[in-house]
């Protein structure tokens, strides 16, 4: 039996990704006006029929799955990023929390979803994990120093102080504004790598596995 094609990918393509845009389009909107889209609400705002949203996404995850922000980059830094730890970290979460004051709302959206145990969200379709391999490669540069096993749970303890779960805590318990909220968050994340390093000196270099 072969594979079904996806609706949009058959006959008037173009049309027919343009409409997908739309409904996408409108689910972001819809999210960043505090809802939680429905395919019926989409269809609403997009000014497409129900019935041919449903035709692209059968349920309400998909839909939310296909609009939640996709951000396929390998690194957030520049050609010419820095070599000094500190420094490719500190660009690395400019830029990552530029991106999520960017998408905020549609990651709370899906931190809310993915804690919803009574619903169909508790996968990480909306949690990918992406940082984690961002602030991989901004440590790179202390390979040699740390195991890959090391850089990986420092990657880990970092994004678990610099991501959407902190910023919510420091803005809606913490009660900071969002610009303090990301300099606490950067200057935790900068303490983190700080003791790490500190910890590292004096032991003998990890040797790099081939």
């Keep these: 039996m072969g594979m079904s094609i996806p609706y949009e990918r058959s006959g008037r393509t173009r049309q027919k990704l343009r409409t997908r845009d739309a409904l996408i389009a409108a689910t972001r909107e819809l999210v960043a006006e505090g809802l939680t889209p429905t395919v019926e609400s989409a269809a609403a ?47 690395a979460l400019e830029e990552f ?63 678990s102080a610099a991501g959407i779960e902190a910023l919510v805590w420091l803005t809606d318990v913490g009660r900071l504004s969002r610009a303090d909220a990301v300099e606490l968050m950067k200057e935790s994340a900068q303490a983190v790598l700080r003791s790490a390093i500190a ?12």
């Design 97 to 159: 929390h530029r991106i999520m004051l960017d998408t905020e709302a549609q990651l709370r959206l899906a931190l809310r979803l993915s804690l919803d145990r009574d619903g169909d969200y508790g996968d990480p379709m909306l949690r990918r994990g992406r940082a984690i391999g961002w602030f991989e490669d901004a440590l790179a540069p202390l390979l040699g120093r740390l195991s890959k096993q090391e850089i990986r749970r420092l990657a880990l303890a970092i994004r």
């Design 45 to 91: 705002r997009a000014q497409i029929s129900r019935t041919a949203a449903y035709r692209y996404f059968t349920n309400q995850r998909a839909l939310l799955i296909a609009a939640h922000p996709e951000i396929d980059r390998k690194s957030l830094l520049g050609a010419n990023a820095p070599h000094d730890p500190a420094a490719r970290l500190g660009a």
């Design 199 to 210: 910890d590292s000196k004096g032991r003998r270099p990890a040797k790099k596995r081939t």
